[in-house]
């Protein structure tokens, strides 16, 4: 019979525990639904990877958004250990040699559970990207205070943007960021590549129900991606008639190293997941960032120096799409 000390961790309960926290970190938002991250479980750790066969070579060739959408994966990790109990022993880009391995999670003592955890937790697998503009139902106040708090908590800055004009200059960003790409051919096509047609049985991508067939103007007008290239796809128009544009903020972080990067994405989830356990939901707008220039002009005349990591509205919708994720099985090597 063996016995385990008191407090020690079976390897049965161990395994049981990782496997788990990698099923709920195939649940983060990624950009274009992309989901580029590979996790491998081995000798008591979860290794998270990069999958670069996943990244935008065009509109994200350092690989910026990648790394936020693997960072928001590692947040959902670090929650679930935490839900179970356990305090989750993180190493960001443990090994230089090894650019595409991002971190790497061991469990650590008990760690009890508290109330705050098990709410952001219970979103993991609700919570859903938004493509619309938003009911006029105003996010409260405490509710956008609570948020930049649960940033701040991650090491980052969530700054809602209180200025309409300032409002006006990201809204005409993304609009010209959106007709530049859109005029683009290879641009598109990478697009493209991640618009799924109605029907399609990938789990991956870009659903043509998630987002309106033809999409409502917000005040001010922040253009949407064009998913549907020509094609009647999406849903009907009024199926969200909702055009507020919600509440802008822009999720900062003091350095633009893949270190912040991943930090960017570790806050960007923790604000989702609050914000969404109080029924909003957040919609992004990635494309001015994509463009160094049009990001260098935010940085140094919108965001006080810091580097936009993430531009987003946050609002009330009736929107309830279905997300769509691969199987753990197609991300994790068990060893």
């Known amino acids: 019979m063996n016995v385990h000390p008191v407090g020690s961790k079976t390897p049965e309960e161990t395994a049981f525990a990782l496997r788990t926290a990698v099923e709920a970190a195939v649940h983060a938002p990624s950009v274009h639904n992309t989901q580029p991250w590979a996790f491998t479980i081995e000798d008591g750790e979860i290794r998270l990877d990069a999958d670069p066969d996943r990244g935008l070579r065009v509109g994200d060739p350092a690989g910026r958004e990648l790394l936020i959408s693997c960072g928001a994966a590692l947040l ?68 956008i205070e609570a948020l930049v708090a649960q940033a701040s908590a991650e090491g980052a800055r969530l700054a809602p943007v209180r200025s309409e004009a300032s409002v006006r200059v990201l809204a005409a960003l993304t609009c010209a960021a959106q007709d530049v790409q859109a005029q683009d051919r290879v641009s598109g096509l990478e697009v493209v590549r991640w618009a799924r047609p109605p029907g399609s049985s990938r789990r991956d991508g870009v659903p043509a129900q998630a987002y309106p067939r033809a999409t409502g103007r917000t005040d001010p007008l922040f253009a949407q991606r064009d998913y549907a290239r020509g094609h009647p796809w999406g849903h009907a128009a009024d199926q969200f008639a909702a055009t507020s544009a919600g509440v802008v903020a822009v999720l900062t972080t003091p350095g633009d190293s893949r270190e912040a990067w991943i930090t960017a994405g570790q806050a960007l989830q923790r604000v989702l997941l609050h914000a969404f356990a109080y029924g909003v939901s957040a919609a992004f707008h990635t494309q001015a960032l994509e463009m160094f220039h049009l990001r260098e002009f935010l940085r140094q005349e919108l965001c006080s120096g810091e580097y936009p990591q993430m531009i987003m509205r946050l609002g009330f919708t009736f929107d309830d799409t279905p997300g769509v994720r691969r199987p753990v099985s197609e991300v994790l090597q068990e060893r």
Not at 89 to 95: A, G, Y
């Open 76 to 143: 959902n990790v670090r929650l679930t250990l935490l839900k179970l109990g356990y305090e989750p022993q993180v190493r960001v880009l443990p090994d230089p040699d090894r650019p595409s391995l991002l971190a790497t999670v061991r469990i650590g003592g008990q760690a009890p559970s508290d109330e705050h955890t098990r709410l952001l937790h219970a979103q993991i697998e609700r919570r859903r990207t938004h493509r619309a503009g938003f009911t006029d139902l105003p996010v409260p106040e405490r509710l």
